[in-house]
């Protein structure tokens, strides 16, 4: 993590901000010209007339599924279970799809979709693509001990 540190802080100055909120602002004021952002934001911002480029990187890509899950305990499961179920039709499924613009890792009704590998590839990757893992109480410490230096 020293060297993750060290590479950080030396690219710093070239850096105008690390955070994830207000990035359609600052890439459209031109405050910033490149800009880590999710893909389904970049597809409806490009849909939107914004004009972006995706691009991903080589190397690959961290992925991950955003998931519907039930706590334990909580009041009502059976409407949970149900709602889920709901969501997972494939029309349902369809629609959420469209609306968020993020693939889905569930059946969707491919002649409905609004984004395809034409005119969405941001959506459809063609570099590989590592799922992301839990990292142990300490390395998330030591992460968070990184960006609290960085960001003194």
Known sequence: MKKVLDLL????????????????SR?????????FWWDGETVRAIEDG???EYVMPKEGLVGWIDSFIIPNGAPNRENAIKFIEFMSEPENATIQTNYYAHPSPMKVIEE??????????????DVPIEMSQTCSPEAQDLVTRVWTQLLQ
Request: net charge negative; charged share 15%; hydrophobic share 45%.
């Open 9 to 24: 802080e030396a690219q710093k100055p070239a850096v105008r901000t690390y955070s994830s909120d207000n990035i359609a």
């Open 50 to 52: 914004a004009n972006l």
């Open 27 to 35: 890439l459209a004021s031109g405050e910033v010209f490149v800009h």
């Open 112 to 125: 409905d979709l609004a984004f395809t590998p034409e005119n969405a590839p941001a959506l459809y990757p």
